[in-house]
């Protein structure tokens, strides 16, 4: 089974609608983060969690909530999803013991905003 | 402003001739910087890391260096193979192990 999974892995919406795209790990990480990458502009951080009572806004949440159920668990949701939200999002994890930083990767989740 | 740069074109080379990906980077002061492979429908998937302090640091047939001076990194694959065909993102990794993203190389290895 994946270390990180995450579902949907693909999802057509409207715009308007609340939509929320969850990631869970087995890997035991406190860490976890969640990015869009869109063609051309690599992966943008939109927010992350050291721990789950702890939440910190990345560089682009406007539009965007998260919340941290358990220490494995971390959702992603779209209050009102707008076309320019269409993208590819990941969820990552990573251990603060590693010393290294290393980030492990979901399979990703294509949204897309008609 | 703070940038990462990427080279932006796909680079084509022919298998067993050595790749070489650059990363550059402006008003960043990265403690780290590492490297990931992306293949197509896929997450990212960690490959190495470099400190501040290393120069060169390798893995196989994978090589890749780190020059604060110039704020540069080049990731070099020797013999590369098709199976190395992918995109290569660098990222720096920031305080509280926060990870900024360059937009990445597409590598296309030919037979």
């Known amino acids: 089974d994946a270390d990180v999974t995450q579902t949907p892995r693909n999802r057509i919406t409207k715009t308007g609608k609340r939509i929320m795209l969850e990631c869970s790990q087995t890997k035991g990480h406190d860490r976890m983060y969640w990015y869009r990458q869109d063609p051309g502009l690599g992966l943008r951080l939109i927010y992350y969690s050291f721990d789950v009572k702890d939440i910190n806004k990345g560089e682009i949440s406007d539009g965007y909530s998260v919340s941290r159920q358990a220490q494995a668990k971390f959702s992603l949701s779209l209050e009102s999803a707008i076309p320019n939200q269409t993208a590819l999002y990941f969820c990552?994890?990573?251990?603060?013991?590693?010393?290294?930083?290393?980030?492990?990767f979901g399979p990703g989740t294509r949204l897309t905003v008609l | 402003s703070q940038k990462i740069e990427q080279n932006s074109e796909a680079l084509n080379i022919q298998e067993g001739k050595t790749a070489t990906l650059t990363c550059n980077y402006t008003n960043y002061s990265p403690a780290y910087l590492q490297w990931y492979r992306q293949d197509p429908g896929r997450g990212p998937v960690f490959l190495l890391l470099i400190r501040e302090n290393e120069k060169e640091k390798r893995k196989e047939r994978l090589k890749v260096t780190f020059d604060t001076t110039l704020k540069q990194s080049l990731f070099h694959i020797t013999a590369s193979q098709p199976a190395d065909s992918a995109t290569y993102l660098c990222a720096l990794v920031l305080n509280g192990n926060k990870l900024v993203f360059g937009a990445g190389t597409i590598l296309r290895v030919k037979s």
């Open positions: 990552a994890t990573s251990a603060p013991t590693s010393g290294i930083g290393e980030q492990f």
